[in-house]
Structures are given as structure tokens and as C-alpha cells.
């Protein structure tokens, strides 16, 4: 997997991943989080046991924690992510 993502971020222009990643460092996503009125689940993995995770610092943000992955849980488990999904999706009206 890590080939793989590696590969496409050496395909793309240069000036994409440099716009990209300054508008990460931009972002405030915990006020967002925070005031997003709908449905959420942060699908959390043992990386994201951290005191800066969305989830720690929303705590209202429901989270569900997969083991046994890396970053990309949805590569990595994507039978048990789907799983998730299709939980949460069931929930919403």
C-alpha cells in the first residue's frame, strides 16, 4: 500500500502537493467538527491515540477504533471500514 500511494504522489505536479499540504497547515478542522450539525464517526486506528486526535479534541465526535492497521484503515481493513460505514450510513435519516 505504502508503494502504492508513494507511487501516485511521485505522479503528481509538484505545485499540487505544495498547495495541498499548505492548505492542510490552514485548516482548522476542530472548529468545524465542532459546529458540524449532522451525523459523524471518526474511524480511529491505535496512530490515532494521540491527545491532538480529532476525536480526543472533539469529544463529542463518536469514534470507532479498527486494530491492526496502519493510516489507511479503509486500505488496510476495508472489509471491517465497510462494515463501519454501512453501520453508521443505517443511522442516518
Given at each position: 500500500?505504502?508503494?502504492?500511494?508513494?507511487?501516485?504522489?511521485?505522479?503528481?505536479?509538484?505545485a499540487a502537493v505544495?498547495?495541498?499540504?499548505?492548505?492542510?497547515?490552514k485548516f482548522d478542522p476542530v472548529?468545524?467538527?465542532?459546529r458540524h450539525p449532522g451525523p459523524a464517526l471518526s474511524v480511529i486506528t491505535p496512530?490515532?491515540?494521540?491527545?491532538?486526535?480529532y476525536h480526543?479534541?472533539?469529544?463529542?465526535?463518536?469514534?470507532?477504533?479498527?486494530t491492526g492497521t496502519g493510516h489507511w484503515v479503509q486500505?488496510?481493513?476495508s472489509e471491517q471500514m465497510n462494515t463501519l460505514l454501512d453501520g453508521f450510513l443505517a443511522t442516518v435519516p
Amino acid at each position: 500500500m505504502r508503494e502504492q500511494v508513494l507511487g501516485q504522489l511521485r505522479r503528481t505536479q509538484r505545485a499540487a502537493v505544495k498547495a495541498a499540504l499548505g492548505s492542510l497547515l490552514k485548516f482548522d478542522p476542530v472548529t468545524a467538527l465542532k459546529r458540524h450539525p449532522g451525523p459523524a464517526l471518526s474511524v480511529i486506528t491505535p496512530l490515532n491515540q494521540t491527545p491532538g486526535a480529532y476525536h480526543v479534541l472533539v469529544p463529542s465526535l463518536p469514534s470507532k477504533l479498527v486494530t491492526g492497521t496502519g493510516h489507511w484503515v479503509q486500505l488496510d481493513a476495508s472489509e471491517q471500514m465497510n462494515t463501519l460505514l454501512d453501520g453508521f450510513l443505517a443511522t442516518v435519516p
